[in-house]
């Protein structure tokens, strides 16, 4: 039924209409403006959706387009001279001897063979920096995995530098003044020189997601924060989650409701909404300085996230619980059970799955967060991907604010590739909780 018709039908059972003209002239005008009113109501929800909808898009957009080109990587071809002399004078191909050769010497004489015109010191140290920081060792890599190149001479592939990959990307201005640029034109001309010699392309980069961080861009990977990451989390939902559901039963069902409840109450409100940094400050002042815990360790950022999730899963614990009909109660009372097993085989089955709502709320909001994390130390350059809940490690959104810090280029696409990978986590970790709601849910 149309606003007009619907209108019509209101003035027609009205039994006043035949007596008062004047009071159906009133209510039709209530009407109309009632109608009016919801139609704009109805129009602005829906432009507020559509525009946190496009926000949303915007960003998801622009932070794919600086991202995705991180999970590819420029390559260049080099001959490589793998003389015995250099690398095993002594014989024997013995690993330890193969390992402690000079493999930048070698590297820097396979660039100057690549380039045998270029001459002169300022060139030849600008000519050094087409290979990645790490290339030398990707040289020696090669080597101990397989000895026999000792000896040969063979062309192999090597990480070009961070502002070559710029480059090959399109992502250096060349209409700035070569003064203005990282990048000089000689350094253009040999890169287009290997261009036409088919032997620079870009491939899938290997390092993203298996290495951890260093200090040249097109070194450093994502596995260290992940790893970190998870470790925190795991350490974060041991700790809050059994405590966070303790507590929303005992506040619900046992506990009476005196003042001192009531100030309990109050109080896990209001650290809802403290703000995090605040947990970060607690963490430095117990855990490290009083009980002298492990700095920069993910049992330590899991026991500062756990105390500013706990709230969050008490509060919706709590709304869980209280969302059970009183039926259920009286009706496993009646049958003798007691008030323990009323709550255990009862109340807390049917509870559960808001309680885990409660539980991906808080770990959300504890994957995300950097700045408690930053107060322990987790902020350190840390190189090597944890082995456990005590090694030095840091985390995705502390590892995003690190890159996004650096001046070099190349860390820009590294912080959006990071935002990408963290917000697949994100994604997975809450389908897993989802999958769990599904399994736990009970309906009555």
């Not at 450093?220 to 350490?235: D, E, K």
């Not at 009476?256 to 970060?280: C, D, Q």
Request: charged share 20%; net charge neutral.
């Amino acid at each position: 039924m149309t606003d007009q018709a619907a209108t019509h039908a209101a003035l027609e059972v009205s039994p006043s209409n035949a007596a008062s003209p004047g009071t159906a002239e009133k209510v039709a005008a209530s009407l109309q403006r009632r109608y009016a009113a919801e139609r704009r109501f109805r129009f602005f929800g829906l432009a507020a959706v559509v525009a946190a909808l496009t926000f949303l898009g915007l960003m998801s957009v622009s932070i794919f387009l600086n991202g995705y080109t991180a999970f590819w990587q420029t390559k260049m071809q080099i001959e490589v001279d793998f003389a015995a002399e250099a690398l095993d004078p002594k014989g024997g191909l013995a690993q330890d001897s193969l390992r402690k050769a000079d493999y930048p010497g070698l590297l820097k004489q396979s660039l100057r063979q690549t380039f045998p015109k270029v001459e002169g010191r300022r060139d030849r140290r600008q000519l050094y920096k087409l290979a990645s920081g790490g290339a030398a060792s990707e040289l020696r890599d090669m080597v101990l995995a397989d000895p026999t190149l000792v000896g040969t001479r063979a062309a192999v592939w090597i990480t070009a530098s961070d502002d070559i990959d710029m480059l090959i990307k399109g992502r250096v201005d060349l209409s700035l003044p070569e003064s203005e640029r990282r990048i000089k034109d000689k350094e253009i001309a040999w890169v287009e020189e290997l261009r036409v010699g088919g032997v620079i392309e870009q491939r899938f980069n290997t390092r993203f997601f298996p290495a951890g961080d260093s200090r040249d861009p097109e070194q450093a990977g994502v596995l260290g924060a992940a790893v970190g990451s998870l470790l925190t989390l795991v350490v974060t939902l041991v700790l809050s989650f059994p405590l966070g559901v303790m507590a929303a039963i005992y506040l619900e069902e046992f506990a009476p409701k005196n003042r001192m409840t009531g100030i309990i109450e109050v109080n896990i409100n209001n650290l809802a909404a403290v703000p995090s940094i605040v947990f970060g400050l607690l963490g430095l002042a117990v855990f490290l300085n009083f009980f002298h815990l492990p700095r920069s360790a993910p049992l330590v950022g899991g026991m500062v996230l756990a105390l500013m999730t706990l709230p969050t899963i008490i509060i919706a614990g709590r709304a869980a619980i209280q969302a059970v009909p009183p039926s259920i109660r009286e009706a496993a009372l009646a049958v003798g059970a007691s008030r323990m097993q009323m709550v255990t085989d009862h109340v807390l089955p049917l509870a559960m799955p808001g309680m885990v709502t409660g539980a991906i709320i808080g770990m959300a909001r504890a994957l995300g967060e950097s700045a408690p994390l930053l107060m322990i130390g987790m902020v350190a350059f840390i190189v090597d991907v944890p082995g456990g809940p005590t090694d030095p490690a840091t985390v995705l959104p502390v590892q995003v604010y690190l890159w996004a810090d650096s001046p070099e280029r190349a860390f820009v696409e590294r912080t959006s590739a990071a935002i990408l990978v963290l917000l697949a986590f994100l994604i997975c970790m809450n389908l897993v909780a989802q999958l769990l709601r599904h399994k736990l849910e009970r309906r009555w």
